[in-house]
């Protein structure tokens, strides 16, 4: 079985400064790990992802996520955030599809982000 | 090229009534979602689909809850009768084939049940 752990439910920071939202992850199996961001009243959009390769991965917004293994974390970084990044942000794992036929995707509880002025 | 499309947005019941969600995935996409997401915690998977198949139903709660994709395009998710538990947003989401790794979301709906 699977499980995520974003230990931070609500994180308030200032406009313009660094953020870091963090995820750990447990598999007994090799993982793909996504990043989702929910805005308010909107759906699930996905953020970035790892599958393979590179270890650290970039959004198109400026956010990036580097996979640790040996510490089984994904943690979502933003040197400089803006009040549009105020949203809820999800991080998931799900097995690497050497299981075929689990594509279920496992979700972390969330990490509220705020932006204040 | 349209997004995953849920109706309705809001519903409130009272327990004990029955309520069905109804779910259009992106055109083509073979593999459709649904999760519930209660206040404060992340999205579970309740059922998934495999065109009109059903490849993983094992956390819906099946004594209340359906689910049907009968063409193999829109599904409905059905709760009878409704708990106050199930209070959520019914989440749906589809993918391109399986496998594919990318889930597309739809907006959710939000069921409040009195």
């Known amino acids: 079985a699977q499980s995520v752990t974003q230990l931070d439910s609500q994180v308030p920071v200032f406009e313009e400064a660094p953020v870091e939202l963090r995820c750990n992850y447990s598999?007994?199996?090799?993982?793909?790990l996504f990043w989702y961001v929910q805005y308010p009243n909107q759906g699930l959009q996905l953020l970035l992802k790892?599958?393979?390769?590179?270890?650290l991965v970039e959004s198109i917004n400026g956010f990036e996520a580097e996979f640790n293994k040996s510490q089984t974390s994904f943690h979502l970084r933003k040197p400089s955030v803006h009040i549009s990044d105020t949203a809820e942000y999800f991080c998931a794992v799900k097995d690497d599809g050497s299981n075929f036929g689990n594509e279920k995707l496992t979700f972390g509880t969330g990490t509220r982000l705020t932006i204040i002025p | 090229e349209a997004g995953v499309a849920q109706s309705p947005r809001y519903k409130i019941i009272e327990k004990r009534q029955s309520v069905a969600f109804w779910c259009n995935p992106i055109s083509g996409h073979a593999t459709l979602y649904w999760y519930q997401q209660i206040l404060g915690q992340g999205p579970k998977l309740l059922i998934q689909f495999q065109n009109n198949g059903v490849v993983d139903d094992s956390q819906l709660p099946k004594d209340r809850f359906s689910a049907e994709r009968l063409k193999g395009v829109d599904s409905t998710l059905k709760i009878q009768p409704a708990k106050l538990e199930d209070s959520a947003v019914y989440l749906c989401?589809?993918?391109?084939?399986?496998?594919?790794?990318?889930?597309?979301f739809g907006p959710g709906t939000r069921l409040t049940v009195l």
């Open positions: 598999s007994s199996v090799s993982v793909y």
């Open positions: 989401a589809s993918s391109l084939v399986f496998g594919y790794n990318e889930q597309f």
């Open positions: 790892y599958l393979s390769g590179s270890t």
